[in-house]
């Protein structure tokens, strides 16, 4: 029996999503980076400077948001879509959180964009998470996974009676 298509697609959707996050994340580095850079230019003057502080501060809670939230969905989706392919149960845990995560921060990302193109994007990257999301919480997905595990020896049965010291 080969890989369900159901597995398939949440395992692809989620390495997809995983890799806008690494994107999210280089983005999220570099604007940090460049805010760091740009506050520590000093001439401004002292009232201008502080204006320009604050809208820093405000800035610098974006990126820093944009960073952490790029380092969640590569955690989640990337590494949660490689376990799912390998038919690790927690693949699939952390391809469901991580795509309902993706999912609900693209749609917010589409609530407030008032540009055209990245709300096309933000559309975009919704659905697909939305499908990997389905699609891992199909049955069949569960099926595929479940099938793949081997009962293996328990260690919380009764052992032979050697001793530890012979």
Same mark, same amino acid.
């Given at each position: 029996?080969?890989?369900?298509?159901?597995?398939?697609?949440?395992?692809?959707?989620?390495?997809?999503?995983? =890799?806008?996050?690494?994107?999210?994340?280089?983005?999220? $580095? =570099?604007?940090?980076? #460049? !805010?760091?850079?740009?506050? =520590?230019?000093?001439? %401004?003057?002292?009232?201008?400077?502080?204006?320009?502080?604050?809208?820093?501060? $405000?800035?610098?809670?974006?990126? #820093?948001?944009?960073?952490?939230?790029?380092?969640?969905?590569?955690?989640?989706?990337?590494?949660?879509?490689?376990?799912?392919?390998?038919?690790?149960?927690?693949?699939?845990?952390?391809?469901?959180? !991580?795509?309902?995560?993706?999912?609900?921060?693209?749609?917010?990302? %589409?609530?407030? =964009?008032?540009?055209?193109?990245?709300?096309?994007?933000?559309?975009?990257?919704?659905?697909?998470?939305?499908?990997?999301?389905?699609?891992?919480?199909?049955?069949?997905?569960? #099926?595929?996974?479940?099938?793949?595990?081997?009962? !293996?020896?328990?260690?919380?049965?009764?052992?032979?009676?050697?001793?530890?010291?012979?």
């Amino acid at each position: 029996m080969g890989i369900p298509i159901s597995a398939l697609l949440a395992g692809i959707g989620a390495l997809a999503g995983g =890799s806008v996050g690494i994107l999210v994340l280089i983005g999220g $580095i =570099s604007q940090l980076y #460049r !805010g760091s850079f740009y506050r =520590s230019l000093t001439f %401004l003057d002292a009232e201008r400077k502080a204006d320009a502080e604050i809208k820093a501060d $405000i800035a610098e809670l974006g990126d #820093r948001l944009e960073f952490a939230i790029g380092a969640v969905l590569v955690v989640l989706l990337c590494i949660g879509g490689v376990l799912l392919l390998c038919r690790r149960a927690a693949g699939l845990t952390m391809v469901i959180i !991580g795509s309902g995560l993706a999912f609900f921060i693209w749609i917010g990302v %589409l609530a407030v =964009s008032d540009n055209g193109t990245i709300a096309v994007m933000s559309a975009l990257l919704a659905l697909v998470a939305l499908c990997a999301l389905v699609a891992a919480l199909l049955p069949g997905t569960h #099926r595929w996974i479940d099938a793949g595990r081997v009962e !293996g020896i328990s260690t919380n049965r009764a052992r032979s009676g050697v001793g530890p010291y012979n």
